[in-house]
């Protein structure tokens, strides 16, 4: 599911900030990073991954969310280099934090949203354009059946929340504000200056 990168974009990986997920930088004197998840997570999975890479591992940094989510694969790949790297992250939800981006703002150890900020819950989808034998078919559902159960069970320890709260945000699928989130105890409210 990962597209080629282009030269350009390898040419930003190789500078001495991280060429994260649309700008961000890192203060190598005190080890602070501050890094933006924007947009799809489709067709970005290595951008995503490499950016987290160049962070000092075992480091304190900031996350900017406003992305709508994308590959439950990626999202998961996040988290995981997130805590291999011992990486302290603060997340601050700008505008949207929705479906497969909920996993990387969970494995934030703080995390800060506004009272309109949008965050959409609901249960994985699977969309493909290849022609697909039933057997396989099959095969996918049984997967996916098995992926959101790993998927809701990394939210309720992550958050963490109640997990008949998350049933309730994601059967069918629901917008939940900041405000909600806070509410819940999931958030604090990011102070604007």
């Not at 080890?31 to 304190?60: C, M, Q, Y």
């Not at 958030?187 to 200056?193: C, G, K, P, S, Y």
Request: net charge negative.
């Amino acid at each position: 599911m990962t597209s080629p990168r282009n030269s350009e974009s390898s040419k930003r990986s190789k500078s001495s900030s991280p060429a994260p997920m649309r700008g961000g930088k890192v203060d190598e004197s005190n080890r602070n990073w501050e890094l933006l998840i924007a947009g799809d997570f489709n067709d970005r999975h290595v951008e995503l991954l490499e950016t987290l890479v160049e962070v000092p591992k075992n480091s304190s940094g900031t996350l900017y969310f406003d992305s709508n989510g994308g590959s439950v694969y990626t999202a998961m790949s996040l988290v995981t280099l997130m805590q291999v790297r011992g990486l302290k992250a603060t997340g601050i939800v700008l505008g949207e934090c929705s479906s497969a981006a909920l996993l990387p703002f969970a494995a934030c150890r703080k995390r800060f949203v506004t009272p309109h900020s949008t965050h959409l819950f609901h249960p994985m989808k699977w969309e493909s354009e290849e022609n697909v034998r039933l057997e396989e078919a099959a095969e996918w559902t049984r997967h996916f059946q098995q992926l959101q159960e790993v998927i809701e069970n990394m939210l309720v320890t992550l958050f963490p929340i109640e997990r008949s709260k998350l049933d309730a945000w994601t059967q069918p699928g629901r917008f939940v504000t900041g405000s909600e989130l806070v509410e819940t105890g999931l958030a604090e409210f990011v102070e604007a200056q």
